[in-house]
Structures are given as structure tokens and as C-alpha cells.
């Protein structure tokens, strides 16, 4: 870990008033400690800035090329008895978005002498800043992304199934050492107007549009983008859709800088949509934050507080879903410069 993070990262503790915090988060996990099978493990930091990192006897090779952090290797629950001489005594922080009831019980069966304080998001707050090493990981995984975009874009023809689109993808990707960032999705035809359709055994038809979102993940980090393309000559009234959608989303990329508002980008693309009659099909937010997670902050929609800073890197992918009908979304994967904003998805967008 390196001690900028853990300086960040014990502030923000101290602003908790936490003695000390145990890490289940798969990905926070990962982000402390480096190791990569980070959801067989755990990790302890105290107040102090000493953090442990415990996993069992299947990784004992493993974490020891991959993390700088004292390990013990245990199994729960004897992981929790190792670390009890540690927290004794102590307000100790867990991670409430992520530890089961059962695991709360177990941490209260163990851990007697201790205050457990539920936390939310000490650790997920630090992730939205990248530093230049986890930028140059996502941009690989995006690089990786674009190339297998350009190899499987001759294969997106009427008379071929979604599925092998997705395996295609996926199978360039995992060819060159990773796997798909999550399920990937190939929506065609009506089935564009499922958000999240992942591919089906749906052939995909004459004069269609195609909606592609995927991802590598790659060393631990995730890309995400969303192409639509053209299968043949969609209608008009597909082309007008696609070209309220493009102008959203151009319209959002160009007006990222740092002290943007999360909520006001997400209108900004919300308001193209709503001149253009559409707003009403526009189901979900504007885009997300891209790193161990494809999930993570800062969330780019209505509600949000956020403020954008350099070194975020987001998603900004509106759509529109038309029941019966079908619909499309583009998405471009950014990073938030010092001054502006710098695209790092490269796949050429269709011009329809
Ligand atoms: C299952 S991961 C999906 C990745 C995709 N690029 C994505 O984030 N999508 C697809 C359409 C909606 C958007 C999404 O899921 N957004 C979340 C953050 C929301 O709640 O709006």
C-alpha cells in the first residue's frame, strides 16, 4: 500500500472516529493489499497505519508475490482469532455494504471486547481518484476492449446470433489474458430495449440496430464501453433516435471538467434527450465510476452530490429504450484531466 493511500485512508478513519477497520470487500481489498484473489481474503488496518492481510493456505504462494503487507494465513474463523488480540478494545469499522448478517455474527461471536461500528464507503470514496498507474491498468483494459471491437465488427451482419457476437468478444479477450468485465451485452432489434439484454440466441435481423456493451478486466481492472451500429438501413425513426442519442452523449462528454456536478452532467444529457421528445425512455443514469469495480463512484445521475476531480474516470452513456420498439445507447469510458476531460474508449462510432 502505498503511503499516500494509507495517509488518505487513516484520515479518513480518524474523521470516523475508528481505532481500526477490517476490509471484505473483494475490490477494496484488492486496492489495499494488491493481492488478486482478493474474495478468499480480508485485511486489518489500525489507526496506527498497519495493515495485515489475511487469506488461507491455498494462497500462501500467491501472497507472497503479490503483496507488500504482512500476511496471516488462516481460515475463518480463526482468521478472527488471529486478528482478536489486534482489535481488543478497540471501535473497529466493517463494511457494511459488503459483510453478510452471518459474517457480522461471527466478527460479534469472536471479537468480544470489541465496539463494531458499521462503515460505508471510507475505502470506496479513495477509489474514485485514480492514481496514474491504475489510469494506465484501465486504459490497457480499454485498449484490449477497442481491438476486439475492430476484429468482431465484420462478424455484426443479418443471419447471426447475438450469442456468437458475445463470444466472439469474449473469446478476443480472454485470448490475450483477461475476461469479460461482466456479462456482455449484444442487443438487437427489439431486444434494444433492454438496458441490460445480455446476449441471446436472438439472429439478428435486416436493417436492425445493434447495441454492444462490454468490457475487459485486466489485472484486476474493468473498461466498459456501448456501441449501436447499423445492420443494413434502419428506419428513419431509428436513425432520429440514434442521432438524439449521440448528441446527448457528445454533448455530455465535452462539458467534463473538474468542479462539474455529477447531477448537472446527468441533466445536461437528460435535457438533448428531452428536446428531442425522449427523456421519457432515458432509464437509468447518465454513467458511473470505471476501476476495480465497473461499478463504482463517483455515480453520475440526478441525485447525486458528487463533484468531478481529476483523475476520476466515468462512463457517459445515455440511452433510450422504446418497449416493443427497441432503442440504443453509446458510451464512452473517460478520464477527468486537470484540465478537461481526455476519451479513452477509441471505437469508431456509425454516423447515421
Ligand atoms: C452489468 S454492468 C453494465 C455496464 C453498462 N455499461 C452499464 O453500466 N449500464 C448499462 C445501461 C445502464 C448502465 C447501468 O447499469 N447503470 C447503473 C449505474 C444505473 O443504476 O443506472
Redesign the pocket.
Known amino acids: 500500500m502505498n503511503q499516500e493511500l494509507l495517509a488518505r485512508l487513516t484520515g479518513a478513519m480518524q474523521q470516523a472516529s475508528l481505532d481500526a477497520l477490517w476490509v471484505s470487500t473483494p475490490e477494496n481489498v484488492r486496492y489495499l493489499s494488491g493481492f488478486s484473489s482478493p474474495a478468499d481474503a480480508k485485511v486489518l488496518v489500525l489507526a496506527s497505519g498497519e495493515a495485515t492481510l489475511y487469506t488461507d493456505a491455498r494462497y500462501t504462494v500467491q501472497a507472497r508475490e503479490e503483496t507488500a503487507l504482512p500476511t496471516v494465513i488462516a481460515r475463518p474463523p480463526e482468521t478472527l482469532v488471529q486478528a482478536a488480540p489486534l482489535v481488543e478494545g478497540l471501535r473497529v469499522g466493517f463494511e457494511a455494504d459488503h459483510l453478510t448478517v452471518a459474517q457480522l455474527e461471527q466478527l460479534r461471536e469472536h471479537w468480544t471486547a470489541v465496539q463494531l461500528v458499521s462503515s460505508s464507503g471510507l475505502i470506496a470514496r479513495l477509489r474514485t481518484l485514480k492514481t496514474a498507474q491504475e489510469v494506465e491498468a484501465i486504459r490497457a483494459a480499454q485498449r484490449l476492449a477497442d481491438e476486439a471491437f475492430a476484429a468482431v465488427r465484420p462478424m455484426i451482419r443479418a443471419g447471426v446470433r447475438e450469442l456468437d457476437v458475445a463470444l466472439a468478444l469474449e473469446t478476443y479477450m480472454r485470448e490475450r489474458g483477461a475476461m469479460p468485465a461482466?456479462?456482455t451485452i449484444v442487443a438487437s432489434g427489439p431486444r434494444g430495449a433492454m438496458?441490460?439484454g445480455a446476449a441471446s440466441e436472438r439472429v439478428i435481423g435486416e436493417d436492425e440496430l445493434v447495441t454492444l456493451?462490454f468490457g475487459a478486466q485486466l489485472n484486476g481492472y474493468n473498461s466498459?464501453m456501448?456501441r449501436t451500429v447499423a445492420v443494413g438501413n434502419p428506419s428513419e425513426e431509428l436513425r432520429r433516435l440514434y442521432r438524439a442519442v449521440l448528441e446527448a452523449e457528445q454533448t455530455a462528454v465535452k462539458a467534463i471538467r473538474p468542479g462539474m456536478s455529477c447531477a448537472e452532467l446527468d441533466q445536461l444529457a437528460r435535457g438533448v434527450l428531452e428536446r428531442h421528445g425522449l427523456a421519457e425512455y432515458f432509464a437509468?443514469?447518465l454513467g458511473?465510476g470505471v476501476g476495480l469495480a465497473?461499478?463504482e463512484g463517483p455515480?453520475l445521475?440526478q441525485k447525486s452530490e458528487e463533484v468531478l476531480e481529476p483523475g476520476m474516470v466515468v462512463?457517459v452513456?445515455p440511452?433510450v429504450y422504446l418497449p416493443d420498439v427497441g432503442g440504443l445507447?453509446i458510451?464512452d469510458l473517460v478520464l477527468v484531466t486537470a484540465d478537461g476531460y481526455e476519451v479513452l474508449s477509441g471505437s469508431p462510432m456509425d454516423t447515421l
Open positions: 461482466f456479462d438496458p441490460h456493451d466498459d456501448t437509468h443514469s458511473h465497473v461499478h455515480g445521475r462512463t452513456e440511452g445507447r458510451e
